[in-house]
């Protein structure tokens, strides 16, 4: 089954207003700051089918920024009960939202599936490194941390043993056994 890919481009200026030292805005087809929402129904997509999501950093007003290299760093993702929760602060993540373990993290793009299994908001955050910075202990890092929400699991599959909510990513099983092999790896 094919999956659901969207490209989502951050754009970051520097602020000295903004806690980061930058100010950042997401645009998705022409739309800026759209919610990072998911919906497998509205999508036509069944439960074994995700979504591959590939952010793209704008460098051409990002100062500089670019993607924190470290699997473990450069996206964090956790559950919060509302759109208006507290952001992503510390190192956390998910089973359901995790970086693809087939796709090299680039300066300036790194590639997440969300397999959308519940109905949930999220915070993620991204990690950039300053001009000059390299991934290591007390790195200050510019954090983007917007909010999403999976709408629904989908549309169900069965087949003679029931319903499967399984996909494949590069031959890697997504979900418990994808993380695990992300993790496994050192991915996440």
């Given at each position: 089954m094919a999956n659901h890919e969207r490209t989502i481009t951050i754009h970051a200026v520097a602020d000295s207003n903004e806690p980061s030292g930058y100010r950042f805005w997401m645009m998705e087809g022409g739309v800026s700051n759209p919610p990072l929402e998911f919906n497998k129904n509205n999508d036509k997509l069944k439960k074994s089918?995700?979504?591959?999501?590939?952010?793209?950093?704008?460098?051409?007003?990002?100062?500089?920024?670019?993607?924190?290299?470290?699997?473990?760093?450069?996206?964090w993702a956790k559950y919060v009960p509302s759109p208006t929760s507290p952001c992503v602060a510390a190192e956390c993540h998910l089973e359901e939202i995790f970086l693809d373990p087939a796709t090299p993290i680039t300066d300036d793009s790194i590639t997440v599936i969300n397999v959308d299994r519940t109905t949930n908001y999220?915070?993620?955050?991204?990690?950039?490194?300053?001009?000059?910075?390299?991934?290591?202990?007390?790195?200050?890092?510019?954090?983007?941390?917007?909010?999403?929400?999976?709408?629904?699991?989908?549309?169900?599959?069965?087949?003679?043993?029931?319903?499967?909510?399984?996909?494949?990513v590069g031959g890697a099983l997504v979900g418990v056994a994808g993380y695990a092999l992300a993790s496994s790896t050192g991915l996440i």
């Open positions: 089918q995700y979504y591959t999501l590939h952010f793209k950093l704008d460098n051409n007003e990002n100062g500089g920024l670019r993607f924190s290299k470290d699997p473990k760093t450069v996206m999220f915070a993620i955050g991204f990690n950039f490194l300053r001009p000059g910075d390299n991934d290591g202990p007390g790195v200050n890092y510019a954090l983007y941390d917007p909010i999403g929400g999976n709408q629904n699991g989908g549309f169900n599959v069965t087949s003679g043993s029931g319903t499967t909510a399984a996909a494949f």
